[in-house]
């Protein structure tokens, strides 16, 4: 038998496997809060991710963490550590040859106290030009021979990330492998970038040079971007250098190469590296500000970090076309944070996939839209505030479960008839059972039991219910959001037309929205709506559009509700397209003016629900409600649902209930 150990432990591969599937019901209500307050579906979901929800943290607390870490990389170091060690190591090596030089009377001791006088003022060159010194001090051939290995770790450090450690001291051996590998390599990428399969080519190469790639990546892409990312880094680090440090350091650079003989096959790797990944920073600057000097290698990982967090910073901005969570790289938030950074962005991004998947939102064409489904829920949800405030309040019309029933009882019954809507008449409903013989036979100690059948249903006959035309005209003028009343009217116009077509389905609603000119809005295009940047308040047409909607229900009690904040700035012109004019132009008052009196002369009493106190406005209100015989109401924004949905309650039950 095959007996194996296995062991057990905490997932740490990302979200858990087995998790049951996310429950959105809590987002969708935070997502709601914001679309009632007044944002748009789109507005409301990036508020959503940035703030968080249920305990993941937002792109907000991520992109703090991931600035806080930029800025202290940007303290790690300075970048010409490499340059600063290469001179100290420099400066020993010529005072130990001169040391040894000065008590020696030959000729050739002067000599070569000349050949070092002249050496040129630049490190690279006196690098350079010592390559081929006779050093008669062991203790300077010391010091010049760690130049050159110092030089060829950094070196090679720089363009391969770890390679200091992996080397030690450079052999003669090591580098003729590497020779190789460089080559190998450059041929590798050239035939990613003509496009050619090089997933059996990858698999030769590691098991060629695995030694260098302890990694081992798994696609060439994978090998291409931590190279690419590397190498600009490393190209950002001699920008960012002064113009004396840059030519010392490519100088240095450039023999270390030549010494290993690298340099044309380095130059290839690194023009190849451009052309796979020409969308990385190659022209950057900027780099570290610290005190410590930092190596070649160390320099350029410390930039390759840096252009990292410079890249997720961005990225978790979300703040360009087309933005989104798919963006925003694991790899990099994962390093940066740790895992469990990388996991609150991917629950993120599953409460967005999820919340589509679930039916709540739809993209159409790039935009975020409310599926019914949730707005039916928002509407639902604003409705229970009203009723909330209406029974904290004690205003009345509390949340009545005989809402939208049947009128009085006339005493007669019927049969049941498919559609009714009649209360059911019980008793008369279990008598027609027993009188049909559906009582079956009764057991030992047991009752009979009355067996229902569809013929014995019948329903008690009520009279005829009153049924309201309603049209609530809603303000979208830009002075709406600048007051803070916007959210409020949004709220409350989602919460009556739940309350009509849920609880008054005989009654007929239509929301208007009024700025520079009015519109018919459906409830989706309410939820989706955030309030308009266009001037004026065209209150006349608002009132056109309501007096359609009720000349289409000329059965039912009319009932017009205002919501605004301003007097009108706009009318219709006589080619129906809008004016606008601020103050307001006589014109202005006078049409508007003549369509409350249509209004009053079909019998319609508009009721003015104002969400500000200036002298102009209360004026016109208070004509308005002179000519009309309506009311003017100045509820405070927190209030208006409670206000709207009473006297919507209120005047449905008639005039003579108005008037009593």
Not at 53 to 69: A, I, N, P, T
Not at 397 to 421: F, K, N, P, Q, S
Not at 480 to 496: I, Q
Not at 514 to 539: I, K, Y
Request: with cysteine.
């Amino acid at each position: 038998m095959d007996y194996r150990s296995y062991r057990y432990g905490r997932w740490r591969g990302g979200p858990d496997p087995l998790a049951e599937p996310y429950d959105v019901a809590a987002a969708i209500d935070e997502l709601g809060d914001a679309v009632l307050a007044g944002d748009g579906p789109s507005e409301a979901l990036r508020a959503l991710l940035r703030q968080g929800s249920q305990g993941m943290r937002g792109l907000d607390e991520v992109r703090r963490q991931v600035r806080d870490r930029l800025r202290s990389t940007r303290r790690r170091g300075r970048m010409d550590g490499t340059l600063e060690e290469v001179r100290e190591l420099l400066d020993r090596a010529l005072r130990a040859e001169r040391r040894a030089l000065f008590p020696d009377p030959d000729d050739s001791a002067r000599l070569a106290e000349a050949q070092l006088d002249s050496l040129p003022e630049d490190t690279a060159g006196s690098v350079r030009q010592l390559s081929d010194y006779p050093w008669r001090s062991p203790e300077a051939q010391s010091a010049y021979d760690e130049i050159r290995d110092l030089l060829r770790r950094e070196v090679l450090d720089s363009s391969f990330r770890d390679m200091k450690q992996a080397l030690g001291n450079v052999t003669p051996e090591d580098v003729a492998a590497m020779r190789e590998m460089v080559s190998d390599l450059g041929d590798l990428i050239d035939a990613h970038n003509r496009g050619e399969d090089t997933g059996q080519l990858l698999a030769d190469f590691l098991d060629k040079h695995g030694q260098f790639f302890p990694d081992r990546p798994s696609t060439v892409e994978e090998l291409v971007d931590s190279l690419a990312r590397r190498a600009a880094a490393q190209q950002r680090l001699m920008n960012s250098l002064t113009d004396e440090q840059r030519q010392e350091l490519a100088g240095l650079m450039s023999g270390a190469l030549d010494d290993m003989g690298l340099a044309a096959e380095m130059s290839r790797l690194q023009q190849l590296l451009q052309q796979a990944r020409p969308d990385l920073p190659w022209d950057a600057r900027g780099g570290t500000d610290g005190r410590q000097p930092l190596g070649l290698g160390d320099a350029t990982s410390a930039l390759e970090e840096l252009a990292g967090l410079e890249s997720l910073v961005q990225q978790l901005d979300q703040n360009y076309p087309g933005a989104s969570l798919d963006d925003i790289d694991q790899d990099l938030l994962a390093d940066a944070l740790g895992r469990e950074a990388a996991e609150d962005i991917e629950a993120l991004r599953r409460l967005e996939r999820e919340l589509e998947r679930q039916g709540w939102l739809n993209r159409d064409r790039g935009s975020l839209e409310l599926t019914p489904k949730a707005v039916r829920r928002l509407g639902a949800t604003a409705l229970r505030r009203v009723f909330a405030q209406l029974e904290s309040g004690g205003r009345g019309g509390h949340d009545v479960t005989d809402a939208g029933a049947a009128g009085e009882l006339t005493g007669a019954t019927r049969e049941w008839r498919y559609g009714d809507e009649q209360p059911l008449d019980v008793v008369g409903t279990v008598r027609n059972a027993v009188l049909r013989g559906g009582g079956g036979q009764a057991g030992p100690g047991r009752r009979p039991r009355v067996q229902l059948h569809v013929d014995d249903f019948s329903v008690v006959e009520t009279e005829r219910r009153t049924s309201a035309a309603v049209a609530l005209l809603v303000d979208l003028s830009y002075s709406m959001a600048l007051r803070g009343t916007w959210g409020a009217a949004k709220s409350t116009a989602m919460a009556l037309h739940t309350l009509v077509t849920t609880r008054y389905p005989q009654d007929a609603i239509e929301i208007i929205g009024f700025s520079s000119s009015a519109r018919v809005l459906s409830p989706a295009e309410l939820a989706e709506l955030s309030w308009d940047t266009l001037q004026g308040t065209n209150l006349q047409h608002g009132l056109m559009l309501a007096r359609r909607h009720l000349a289409r229900h000329p059965d039912a009690e009319p009932v017009v509700l205002v919501v605004t904040d301003g007097e009108p700035t706009a009318h219709l012109g006589p080619g129906g397209r809008p004016e606008f004019c601020w103050p307001p132009l006589p014109e202005t008052i006078v049409r508007t003016l003549a369509e409350v009196d249509r209004c009053t002369r079909s019998g319609a009493t508009i009721n003015v629900f104002l969400l500000d106190d200036e002298p102009a406005l209360v004026h016109f209100v208070d004509e308005l409600a002179r000519r009309n015989g309506g009311r003017v109401l100045t509820p405070h924004a927190d209030r208006l649902g409670e206000y709207v949905v009473s006297d919507y309650l209120r005047a449905r039950r008639g005039r003579r209930a108005r008037s009593a």
